[in-house]
């Protein structure tokens, strides 16, 4: 049966409920958002002389968490116009329109009874055959079905969104021994395709896959920590990115989830694990009793194992609670002789092998929790999941890890740690053992360019499932690389296909990418017929190499300077009109130098999670790798006849001029980054796979060689007025700075073409020539020099 998504109910607008809404109002679908309705009124509702009967009034809960999750930060919607597609209501008057939903999602408090109560109304209205789910993480899925009639039953599972959804890419679906199999396998593909998400198959057990992991590993860490003698920093130190873990690492995660909701989970699976060996370590220690008591429960209470407050001199500090005293006290410098060495390894899989060799407190620390929790994952296996790939699978979605437990075992070694295990107490479960001595020495390999893990029952390697329809880079990087540097990799796709691959930190693009890029290129019209300019690490390319063009103008080298523009700007040209298509796959972070590649190349294909944007006016610059150029060029092929031709060149200006970055891809539409034929992928995993084939299709298409255009209309000097007239207006009424005008004025005078006496039509190299003059002169200036160094040293803009 084919089954199509055209409105979703949502039942429950809590914090979940509301931002479920909202991410599927993200995609397009129509949703009905429930909730309860009022039992009294509120002052202000009296004043008004409303009654509980009135629509406002019993409207109110739904309507209220609405709000207030349209307007929270970061925002559930990739754009506010999307809250159109939701429609509000009550459980008392509206819940007969589940009947025209093709979905409906049960999110109301973790109550099995008020949740059984729910189903028994939804049961009158929900229309035979439509999916109906629910987001419980706490109760037994297979509670709710029963009492049930037979289709609620087939057509009934689990579908466990980790909060906030837009931004987690964990889905688990949790299917009962009622549900049809279809059903699951429709939500698994749903979730991914179209949800973004990263579905995850889970067993009907307490915590399901993720939070029963994540857990352990917290409260692991909480005895180590206890161990070793270490204090919350040292241990947010270690469990961060060093590790391969969020920067929230431990502590910071468990002020920003809410100690309640941890020690709720933790508390959970104790009273529910009699068969788990590990039980006992689920039983909470007494300072988050006295946490829990004193309401010491993070940021929903403004203080847990940090306390951010303001200082003598009215700065801002963050205090770190002592677990000896529960005091707050400044935040401790870490220092283990361990962190410096690890420090300039970039590789992860490398920096973890090299951490499970050091001979100190930190190595000592990252022994035994990696033991206890490769120990955890080998024990869980059939309880949890068939299959160890779903468990990474659900630790990388579900809490931001770079590499799953499993993951994380292979790069430290598998056979070498399990006798270092054994004697630190660890002893993994018989079935690693028998993997072991069957030759195998991993969790995963690749094969012939796929993935591959290892499966229990049949002792040998079986393709992940889906995965062959993504294009993976880290497979294939072992096998097809046809060329590198020490900036980036070129990868052959198949299919005629390249991709530029790059991995400089941060993906910052200086000589070795520009080298690169023209290799691509230079290969793909020689023998292949297209080109992806894409990577899998956590950002796309958060710009130029900023620290060369501050050694440079420092040292006065502006020769030098204006060579490495003149090769940025020559490459994006270079891309814009080479013989073959070129697709660029941003994602995360795609800033300065990182959008002027995108804005050249023939397609975009962005992964939702795309910030755009064009930033270099922060550190007192403006766009010099074309960036300037190609919104002129933009703008100009968009102008109307009149007056609008001022206004559309005044909006472009000021997206530059105030630095905007997009908060999604769809933004970035809206603000002139990507443009009609661009496309959007929900799920990261999918993003290679997708340009890839945008290349195809624009090859096969008979893409033929651009032309250079010479027909760009600019302002001159009637345009130039405009804006130096409204920066001096804006010094003047203390908004910008006298180095912000200065810097305006420059970038006014590459859009409008320079001193012009008249609108005129000028060429592409025209304006890369005064865009890369004005970025050259501002490169002279002190107080740019100081924006560069303070962006540089500390990470923050300065204003100057």
């Not at 629509?55 to 919607?77: G, W």
């Not at 270092?420 to 001595?437: I, R, S």
């Not at 810097?743 to 020539?769: F, N, R, T, W």
């Amino acid at each position: 049966m084919k089954r199509i998504i055209k409105k979703v109910a949502v039942l429950g607008s809590g914090v979940m409920g509301s931002r479920i809404a909202c991410h599927f109002a993200n995609i397009g679908v129509q949703v009905l958002l429930l909730d309860m309705v009022p039992r009294e009124l509120l002052p202000e509702e009296q004043a008004k002389g409303l009654t509980l009967e009135n629509k406002l009034v019993r409207n109110r809960i739904v309507n209220t968490a609405l709000q207030t999750a349209i307007t929270s930060n970061p925002a559930p919607l990739y754009e506010k116009t999307k809250a159109s597609l939701i429609k509000t209501g009550n459980f008392d008057d509206d819940l007969k329109g589940i009947a025209d939903c093709d979905w409906t999602i049960e999110v109301v408090v973790e109550n099995l009874k008020i949740k059984q109560s729910i189903f028994e109304k939804v049961e009158q209205y929900r229309k035979p055959g439509t999916l109906i789910t629910s987001n419980t993480s706490g109760i037994p899925i297979h509670l709710m079905a029963e009492g049930r009639s037979e289709d609620f039953q087939k057509h009934f599972c689990g579908t466990h969104f980790f909060n906030p959804p837009r931004y987690l890419k964990l889905l688990e679906i949790i299917p009962t021994p009622y549900t049809d199999p279809e059903i699951t396998q429709f939500l698994l593909e749903y979730g991914d395709l179209f949800l973004g998400k990263t579905t995850v198959l889970a067993k009907d057990t307490p915590a399901f896959i993720a939070n029963r992991v994540g857990i352990y590993g917290i409260m692991q860490v909480l005895h180590v920590m206890e161990k070793l003698g270490l204090n919350v920093d040292e241990v947010d130190r270690l469990t961060g990115p060093v590790v391969g873990r969020p920067k929230s690492a431990t502590f910071r995660t468990s002020d920003v989830v809410g100690l309640d909701t941890l020690a709720k989970v933790a508390q959970g699976l104790y009273q529910s694990g009699e068969k788990d060996e590990a039980r006992d370590l689920f039983q909470l220690p007494a300072y988050i009793q006295q946490m829990l008591e004193k309401n010491w429960l993070g940021d929903k209470t403004r203080q847990g194992f940090y306390k951010k407050t303001k200082n003598a001199q009215g700065a801002t500090e963050i205090l770190t609670l002592d677990l000896k005293t529960l005091e707050y006290g400044p935040k401790q410098k870490v220092k283990f002789q361990s962190m410096e060495m690890l420090k300039p390894i970039e590789d992860l899989r490398k920096r973890l092998k090299a951490f499970s060799q050091v001979q100190d407190k930190a190595g000592d620390f990252f022994r035994e929790t990696s033991f206890g929790l490769f120990q955890y994952v080998t024990n869980r296996i059939p309880e949890i999941s068939d299959e160890l790939y779903r468990i990474d699978d659900a630790m990388r979605a579900g809490f931001g890890w770079e590499l799953g437990p499993f993951e994380t075992w292979d790069a430290v070694g598998v056979r070498e740690t399990v006798s270092a295990m054994e004697t630190a107490g660890y002893k993994p479960a018989q079935w690693v053992y028998e993997m072991l001595e069957a030759g195998h020495e991993s969790f995963y390999r690749s094969h012939n360019g796929q993935r591959q893990y290892y499966d229990i029952p049949t002792k040998e390697y079986k393709q992940i499932p889906g995965t062959e329809k993504f294009v993976l880079l880290d497979v294939l990087r072992g096998t097809n690389v046809v060329w590198k540097n020490a900036g980036c990799s070129i990868i052959d796709l198949g299919d005629g296909i390249l991709n530029v691959e790059f991995h400089s930190k941060m993906n910052s693009i200086g000589s070795e990418i520009i080298q690169g890029l023209n290799k691509g290129i230079d290969l793909a019209e020689q023998n292949f017929r297209g080109v992806v300019v894409g990577n899998e690490a956590a950002n796309f390319s958060a710009g130029a190499n900023l620290g060369l063009v501050f050694m440079y103008a420092l040292d006065q080298e502006y020769d030098e300077l204006n060579l490495m523009i003149r090769q940025f700007q020559n490459t994006m040209m270079r891309m814009r009109y080479s013989a073959i298509p070129v697709v660029a796959a941003p994602h995360g972070l795609t800033l300065g130098g990182g959008c002027e590649l995108c804005l050249h190349a023939d397609r975009v294909q962005a992964a939702a999670e795309s910030y755009i944007g064009l930033v270099e006016f922060g550190v007192g610059l403006i766009p010099g790798g074309g960036g300037t150029k190609e919104m002129t060029l933009r703008t100009s092929a968009a102008y109307e006849e009149g007056d609008t031709e001022y206004n559309a060149l005044r909006n472009v200006f000021m997206t530059i001029g105030t630095a905007k970055v997009s908060t999604s891809a769809a933004e970035a539409f809206d603000l002139g980054f990507m443009r009609r034929g661009d496309g959007i992928t929900l799920n990261n995993n999918r993003l290679i796979a997708e340009a890839k084939a945008e290349a195809i299709l624009l090859a096969e298409a008979g893409y033929t060689k651009p032309t250079p255009k010479t027909n760009i209309k600019v302002q001159g000097r009637g345009g130039l007025g405009m804006f130096v007239t409204g920066a001096y207006a804006m010094q003047a009424g203390g908004f910008i700075s006298e180095h912000d005008r200065k810097i305006s004025e420059k970038l006014a005078y590459v859009m409008c073409g320079g001193d012009l006496s008249m609108p005129s039509e000028v060429s592409e190299q025209y304006l890369l020539d005064l865009e890369r003059e004005a970025f050259l002169s501002l490169c002279g200036e002190r107080k740019t020099l100081e924006r560069i160094k303070s962006i540089l040293t500390t990470g923050k803009p300065l204003r100057n």
